[in-house]
């Protein structure tokens, strides 16, 4: 199967609710993520990613969606809040190795859940951010959610992989 034949048939998948594995580069992280459309996210599937992925669930999500909500980089809130709060200036990641800023925003716990951590919680966090995206807005946000949670958001560059090429931007 051609290169192109594997994107076409992982965007199927991931249309049909499947996850599909994401490999970034060698010269990059070298990492493969497990990703799944949010709004297929249950607790069976969390429990997959959580035990053969690695551990950490995220949402990754379009700078449109980020723009629609509100959301920044971790980093920008990091630098605009540094004079009032010097340690997290001095945190900021100005030396990664693989990129020239993170695309980690905030973290998030859907309001009805219990301690958030749970696969029970974090996937109703996801589906109900995908729910959202697609028809609420920020109004709708800020009443379902709360932050820090459990479940961390990656912000994708406007350009995507003309930009930035982590699993963020190829998700």
């Keep these: 199967m051609n290169s192109e034949d594997k994107v076409e048939r992982a965007i199927r998948d991931l249309k049909n609710g499947k996850m599909v594995l994401v490999h970034d580069s060698d010269a990059r992280e070298d990492e493969t993520d497990l990703i799944l459309p949010a709004q297929f996210a249950d607790k069976d599937s969390i429990k997959t990613m959580r035990k053969d992925g690695g551990g950490l669930i995220v949402l990754m999500i379009s700078s449109e969606i980020a723009e629609k909500f509100d959301l920044k980089y971790l980093a920008d809130i990091y630098q ?64 379902e959610f709360r932050s820090p949670g459990h479940v961390p958001i990656c912000i994708a560059r406007k350009g995507l992989l003309r930009e930035r090429k982590g699993h963020t931007e190829l998700a």
Aim: aromatic share 10%.
């Design 80 to 143: 605009d809040i540094s004079d009032r709060y010097p340690t997290l200036g001095k945190l900021l990641p100005l030396d990664l190795p693989y990129d020239t800023k993170s695309s980690f925003s905030i973290s998030i716990n859907h309001r009805e859940t219990f301690t958030g951590i749970s696969d029970i919680d974090r996937s109703l966090t996801a589906r109900r951010f995908a729910e959202l995206a697609g028809n609420g807005d920020i109004n709708d946000f800020v009443r």
